[in-house]
């Protein structure tokens, strides 16, 4: 007995030793670690648009493939052929309505799409030359050209049709479906919980990808075609309240995205200083100069929990933030990481660590606020593994409010909201997109073309 005994006994021991560390280490959350001047060199833009000269070079690079990879890897099916050619011509005009027609966000795809993933993954300059054209940076210069000018220089409204639709959500499906609506003629109404309208392009990306408060700039644009209301500080609460949407509206579109977040399932979630990812993104994108970011307080070691996009933004930004320490830790190895190659490289150069098939066991706490986090190597388990920290980001992903839709006539898969291809719910005239419906890949390209698909459908129905 005594035998078996000893190996609990040195555990209980390791724990209470563990335990006394993280008690002895008092939490080091601070502002003003980096000076504003500081902070404005580091937020600035990763990645500043081509140069005239660097994006005809680049242009020439195209091959204008006939059956182009590009196009049919993009979700939205930009013809990327034609919109480069556009710009080796010098027609920015051209190339920026090429874009545009297709995907109505294309000025915030071009910084925050994943290209490396799509686009530009099947470029065949891969083979050719061991590098891809840079489309998303071309994307960026043609849209860049034209976002002085109204919308109403490119597109225009169709005659009134005397439809209304409501919109729940203003993200970029519901924008996009908002858009493509008014110019078919109809009047639509965007509801939404927040005083910005963008979504996740205003509160849920990083600051470096969307440098100049662009995300307002370009809904601004979009919203300018006329035709579109916009209601803010409206939450979709209770299954009345869809009622009378529907009742109101000829048609609904909802694109609630995915407002709750996930739960660890740890001891010590809810010690302070441990953070929804998402959240504290908010929270920076809201701080609009670098003297508001100066002010916004950040831990010495910061450790994010997750493997996805989210995981890259909040870390790197807590690096530029001055966190002196910032370890990314992932519980599968990097092949089913969320966030790309490009994307981890990003994070490296800008100082964090990212680690590999280590699961959260527990957070450790001294004084009520986070003070360490112990992992277990996944899968086959083994010895604890121990990262310090005074904030700890949760980027593990989010969920949907499940209680409104599910008693609405929804039907729900894994969480989301099932659709047909266009995005209707089966439940008459009323449609979903965007990351609350079941499928997708939570990317914002996908999110406009969900957005698009539901707009046709409407228009289709309501004007047979």
Partial sequence: MADAAAPNAAASAAAAIDRALAAATPADVAAGRRSPEALAAAIADA?????????????????????????????????????IRRIADDNLRGAARTILSANPFGGTCARACPTEVLCEQVCVRNLQQGKP???????RYATDAVMSRPVTALFSRAAATGRRIAVVGAGPAGLTCAFELARRGHEVVVHDLRDLPGGLNEYGLATYKMAGDFAQAEAAWLLGIGGIGWQPGW??????????LRASFDAVYLAVGLAGTHRLGIDGESLHGVHDAVAFIATLRQAKTPEALARLAVGR?????????????????????GAERVDIVYRRGPEKMGASAAEREWAQKNGVTIHFGLAPLAIDGHGGHASAVRFLPHPGGGDAVRFEADQVFKAIGQKLDESVLASSGLTLLDGRVVTD?????????LYAGGDCRAGGRDLTVEAVEDGKRAAAAIHQELLP
Avoid: K
């Fill in 235 to 244: 939450e979709l609460e209770t299954a009345a309240q869809l009622a009378e």
């Fill in 421 to 429: 291809a266009n995005g209707h719910t089966g439940v008459p005239h």
């Fill in 47 to 83: 990645a500043p648009r081509l140069a005239r000269g660097q994006a005809l070079v680049e242009a020439e690079r195209c091959l204008y493939c006939w059956d182009a990879p590009c196009q049919q890897a993009c979700p939205t099916g930009i013809d990327v052929p034609g919109f």
């Fill in 133 to 139: 054209v840079e489309i998303g940076r071309l994307q």
């Fill in 301 to 321: 070691r910061v450790v994010v929990i997750g493997g996805g996009m989210t995981a890259v933004d909040v870390a790197v930004q807590s690096r530029l933030l």
